[in-house]
């Protein structure tokens, strides 16, 4: 046997990254296993092509965290922008600011449109649907069946590729989480009449400007990753992990690896961090879960990205704009150059990027690029957003299991994964987007990465990763317990014994 490692982190993503990054500060052993060839980062990478940078899908850098924020300070502190946040929608024809102004909805819908809107929120909160299972029900409840149709239904279908009586409520409470028909008419009167203040608080969904990097999110975890291994830590890129054994006696994980020529590299560790699919990762290990049903059963939602590059007759302002239109399958496009100037290498074009939501191996993901190019390049034109003729060059990025689905079984299911992963193999730590099958964004995948982190350097689980909400906070009562144990004020332990 060779030697032994303390953890192995299984994906280069935002939350592998962060474990590997809080060990390395704390002197501890960690190697991390990372299937792409050239990229860090998972899905919070920036593409490149022919010097154009984009981004996989948009990632601002926000977070009520304090943890976080310190954390990309220290990581990356001199190449931040502070970026104003400009998103619209589009449906029918028309532009709507979003988050919604209220003088411009109510010229848009019109006075009958807007009329039956209220009357239809009026009745859902006089007859509300009791204990609300599905998205459309959750919603419906908060902003009346007429609003869901026109501002939640088509989009969240686009995504999900599933009707909205089949997603979980869940969905629905953590992504609108903190915003009702009742804040978000309030916030549009203040933003119709110039009234709100940039300071206040208010929803995620609200915030009205954004950090990010310069050259893009990637430049954050090519930093980490760097600094990690100047620190001791080790990155191995274009390595497939193939297959987890544990010795229950020794207490040690075998983790077999292909690497980019398809040679089987073995390690052997003490500790397990996974940012992999939890379905992937449960059908690796052996001996086979009593859960191995349970993940299977779990599903994915993959997208891919047209990037459209040109010289549009009028210079667009939005960083992005979602698609409620249900006559073109553009589901959202962003506007890179509004996210970061220096993602345009000559200073001038523009660059977008159409989203399309699929499955991996359905008609729009095997498509050859040069129709789905042909297409984007026609809904764009459709839109107004460009046209078409001003399209001078183009590109195709996919991205398989981009979002874990919560169908309606889904919570069940991780749970039976996860109460088997804390009874059967304890020093495995699912971290992460696609590892813990939680739908959040990167400021929370770091959390539960850094907070797994923690467990290994105390060898004990001092702190319960599930806990972690999609703010990235730490919301378990018995925090302030975990954090006199730290000898610290914060989660994060300025020295560990």
């Known amino acids: 046997m060779g030697d032994i490692i303390e953890t192995i982190i299984i994906g280069a993503g935002p939350a592998g990254l962060t474990a590997a990054y809080t060990l390395a500060k704390q002197g501890r052993g960690a190697l991390v296993l990372e299937q792409?060839?050239?990229?860090?980062?998972?899905?919070?990478?920036?593409?490149?092509?022919?010097?154009?940078?984009?981004?996989?899908?948009?990632?601002?850098?926000?977070?009520?965290?304090?943890?976080?924020?310190?954390?990309?300070?220290?990581?990356?502190?001199?190449?931040?922008?502070?970026?104003?946040?400009?998103?619209?929608?589009?449906?029918?024809?028309?532009?709507?600011?979003?988050?919604?102004?209220?003088?411009?909805?109510?010229?848009n819908l019109g006075l009958v449109e807007s009329a039956l809107c209220m009357a239809s929120f009026a009745y859902a909160k006089a007859f509300p649907v009791k204990s609300p299972r599905t998205f459309h029900a959750w919603v419906r409840n908060q902003f009346g069946e007429r609003l869901f149709g026109i501002f939640f239904k088509t989009y969240?279908?686009?995504?999900?590729?599933?009707g909205c009586d089949e997603i979980s409520a869940d969905?629905?409470?953590?992504?609108?989480?903190?915003?009702?028909?009742?804040?978000?008419?309030?916030?549009?009167?203040?933003?119709?009449?110039?009234?709100?203040?940039?300071?206040?608080?208010?929803?995620?969904?609200?915030?009205?400007?954004?950090?990010?990097?310069?050259?893009?999110?990637?430049?954050?975890?090519?930093?980490?990753?760097?600094?990690?291994?100047?620190?001791?830590?080790?990155?191995?890129?274009?390595?497939?992990?193939?297959?987890?054994?544990?010795?229950?006696?020794?207490?040690?994980?075998?983790?077999?690896?292909?690497?980019?020529?398809?040679?089987?590299?073995?390690?052997?560790?003490?500790?397990?961090?996974?940012?992999?699919?939890?379905?992937?990762?449960?059908?690796?290990?052996?001996?086979?879960?009593?859960?191995?049903?349970?993940?299977?059963?779990?599903?994915?939602?993959?997208?891919?990205t047209v990037v459209l590059i040109g010289r549009p007759q009028q210079e667009l302002p939005d960083n992005w704009i979602y698609i409620h239109d249900p006559s073109v399958k553009v589901g959202r496009v962003q506007n890179f150059r509004s996210w970061s100037p220096e993602m345009i290498p000559d200073g001038v074009s523009t660059c977008l990027g159409l989203e399309y939501f699929c499955f991996e191996g359905d008609g729009l993901w095997s498509a050859r690029d040069e129709d789905l190019i042909d297409l984007a390049k026609r809904e764009i034109g459709q839109i107004g957003l460009m046209a078409p003729d001003?399209?001078?060059?183009?590109?195709?990025v996919r991205q398989a299991k981009a979002y874990p689905v919560y169908d309606e079984a889904y919570a069940q299911n991780v749970e039976a994964i996860r109460r088997e992963i804390a009874t059967r193999f304890p020093t495995l730590h699912p971290i992460g987007r696609n590892g813990m099958h939680k739908y959040n964004n990167q400021d929370h995948a770091m959390m539960t990465g850094m907070l797994a982190a923690l467990n290994v350097v105390r060898d004990e689980e001092l702190f319960d990763v599930w806990q972690v909400n999609e703010d990235a906070e730490?919301?378990?009562?018995?925090?302030?317990?975990?954090?006199?144990?730290?000898?610290?004020?914060?989660?994060?332990?300025?020295r560990v014994a």
């Open 156 to 162: 969240t279908e686009k995504v999900w590729g599933m």
């Open 390 to 396: 001003d399209v001078t060059d183009a590109c195709v």
């Open 474 to 494: 730490y919301s378990e009562a018995g925090v302030s317990g975990a954090e006199e144990a730290l000898s610290s004020e914060r989660l994060v332990p300025r």
């Open 36 to 107: 792409d060839p050239v990229y860090v980062g998972g899905i919070s990478r920036t593409a490149s092509y022919k010097g154009f940078l984009f981004d996989i899908g948009g990632h601002r850098f926000f977070s009520k965290s304090k943890e976080i924020v310190d954390l990309w300070n220290e990581i990356l502190p001199d190449d931040f922008l502070e970026r104003p946040r400009l998103s619209r929608i589009y449906y029918r024809g028309k532009f709507y600011a979003y988050p919604l102004k209220a003088f411009e909805a109510l010229k």
């Open 171 to 304: 969905w629905a409470a953590q992504r609108i989480k903190g915003l009702s028909l009742g804040a978000a008419i309030a916030d549009g009167l203040r933003r119709s009449l110039g009234l709100r203040r940039g300071g206040e608080p208010g929803a995620k969904t609200l915030i009205e400007s954004f950090r990010y990097p310069r050259r893009g999110p990637g430049m954050m975890w090519d930093a980490c990753a760097r600094k990690m291994q100047d620190m001791g830590g080790r990155l191995l890129m274009g390595r497939r992990v193939e297959s987890l054994a544990y010795d229950e006696s020794a207490k040690l994980w075998t983790v077999s690896a292909t690497d980019s020529t398809g040679a089987i590299e073995v390690f052997h560790a003490r500790h397990v961090m996974s940012s992999a699919p939890l379905r992937d990762l449960v059908n690796a290990i052996t001996p086979t879960p009593l859960s191995l049903f349970n993940a299977r059963a779990l599903a994915y939602r993959d997208f891919l």
